[in-house]
C-alpha cells in the first residue's frame, strides 16, 4: 500500500491556516488508499520551545482533538496518529543522517531562513537540525527500494516543500554514500497552500498573533473577523475597493461555499456599492457554518480516551521504522548481532 506521511508541530492549538494549508486534504486523503501516518511532531516542537515544555505537552492533546475533530479518522485501519518523541528510532535515523547532509543545505534552506528572523533567541543546534530530523520522520516509513519505488507522499503547505527537497537529497546522500537503503519522497501541496493571517501578513501563525484557532468560541470568532485588515486604501464604504490580495476576500474564496454571494460582494466591493462590514458580516456567517461542526466534534471527543489512538498508531509506525534503521545500520556496518540484542 503506498503511505503518506506529514505531521504538524505541537507548539499549539492549529488554526485555519493549518486546516487550509493541511488537515483539509488530509481528511479527503485518508478515505482513499493510502496507509496513513499523522505525526505529531512534538520533538520538532522543542526546537522552538525547549524552555516550555508544558505548552507542548499540552498542545500535543490539543492537536489529537484537532485531528479528531476536523475530520480525521483514527478507527480506520489505515489511519494512524504518531506521536514523534515517542519512537526512538527516528532520534537515531536523525544522527545517521547528519553525518551525509552538508551544513550548508540547511543554511541555504528559504523555509530556515525565513524562520531564522523571526527566532528570538539566536537558534540552537537543535533548531538548524530539524529539515534532517524531518527527512528521518518521513523516511523512517520509506518502503525498502528493493521492494517497492513508491515514493512517502507527503500532503503540506507549500513553505514544507523545501524539507521535502532536502529529504529526497538527504536520501540520495545516504544511498550513494552506504547503498541503496532509503526511497524518496513527493511533496502534496493542495491548491490553497497558504492562508494568510487576519493581519494581511503572508502567513497566518501563531507567533503572529493573527490567527482564527479551530477551537475559537463563536463570539472570538466574530471580534477577530471584525478587525480583520482589508483594503487600507478604503476610507468610505462608497469607495471602490480592491478585492485582489484582500484577506477578507482570500477567506471568501477559501471557506465561504456560496460562490454566487463571494461574486456578488466582490462586484459591489470593487463598485463601491458595499460596505466593509456587510463583507465580513457574511464572511462571519460562512466561517462559523464551517467551524460549528468541528467545535461539535471536539466536544464529544473532550474527556474521553483520546490518547489511545495515539498508542495504537505509533506502535505501527515504530514497526517499519525498526526495519529501516535496522536496514540503514546494516548499509553504515553498525550491525553489532552479538553486542546489540
Ligand atoms: N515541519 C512541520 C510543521 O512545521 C511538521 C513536520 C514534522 C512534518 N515532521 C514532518 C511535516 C514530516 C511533514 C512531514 O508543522
Known amino acids: 500500500m503506498k503511505r503518506i506521511l506529514t505531521g504538524i508541530r505541537t507548539s499549539g492549538p ?16 485518508q478515505h482513499k488508499d493510502y496507509e496513513c501516518f499523522f505525526l505529531l511532531a ?60 552538508p551544513f550548508a543545505w540547511v ?49 503540506v503547505g507549500d513553505d514544507q516543500v523545501p524539507h521535502i527537497e532536502s529529504t529526497n537529497h538527504v536520501s540520495r546522500a545516504f544511498n550513494n554514500t552506504y547503498g541503496k537503503t532509503f526511497g524518496e519522497c513527493k511533496a502534496l501541496v493542495g491548491d490553497f497552500g497558504r492562508l494568510v493571517g487576519l493581519d494581511g501578513n503572508s502567513k497566518m501563525s501563531k507567533s503572529l498573533n493573527n490567527c482564527i484557532y479551530l477551537k475559537d468560541e463563536k463570539e ?34 477559501a471557506f465561504n461555499e456560496d460562490k454566487k454571494e463571494v461574486e456578488d460582494l466582490k462586484k459591489r466591493y470593487k463598485e463601491g456599492t458595499v460596505g466593509d462590514v456587510e463583507v465580513k458580516e457574511k464572511l462571519f456567517d460562512a466561517i462559523e457554518k464551517f467551524l460549528e461542526p468541528i467545535r461539535k466534534r471536539r466536544k ?42
Request: proline share 6%; glycine share 6%.
Open 14 to 29: 492549529l488554526h485555519l491556516g493549518h486546516y487550509i494549508g493541511a488537515l483539509k486534504t488530509w481528511v479527503d486523503l
Open 42 to 101: 512534538d520533538i520538532q516542537a522543542l526546537t522552538t520551545h525547549a524552555d516550555n515544555p508544558k505548552l507542548i505537552q499540552e498542545s500535543v492533546k490539543d492537536t489529537v482533538l484537532d485531528f479528531l475533530a476536523a475530520g480525521l479518522d483514527p478507527t480506520k485501519d489505515n489511519v494512524n496518529f504518531v506521536l514523534q518523541s515517542a519512537i526512538p528510532e527516528i532520534s537515531e535515523l536523525t544522527t545517521y543522517f547528519t553525518m551525509v547532509t
Open 107 to 155: 543554511q541555504k534552506n528559504p523555509t530556515i531562513k525565513e524562520e531564522l528572523k523571526q527566532l528570538s533567541k539566536g537558534a540552537t543546534l537543535g533548531f538548524m537540525n530539524y529539515p534532517v530530523s524531518q527527512a528521518a520522520d518521513i523516511l523512517m516509513v520509506s518502503h525498502d527500494p528493493k521492494d517497492s519505488e513508491e515514493p512517502v507522499l507527503v500532503p
Open 220 to 253: 472570538e470568532v466574530r471580534k477577530k473577523i471584525m478587525s480583520m485588515y482589508t483594503d487600507p486604501k478604503r476610507i468610505h464604504p462608497d469607495d471602490p475597493g480592491t478585492v485582489e490580495g484582500n484577506p477578507v476576500f482570500i477567506y471568501h474564496d
Open 300 to 341: 464529544e471527543f473532550e474527556g474521553k480516551d483520546i490518547m489511545k489512538y495515539v498508542a495504537d498508531g505509533t506502535r505501527k509506525a515504530q514497526e517499519i521504522a525498526i526495519g529501516n534503521v535496522d536496514r540503514a545500520r546494516k548499509a553504515m556496518g553498525l550491525d553489532y548481532p552479538t553486542i546489540r540484542q
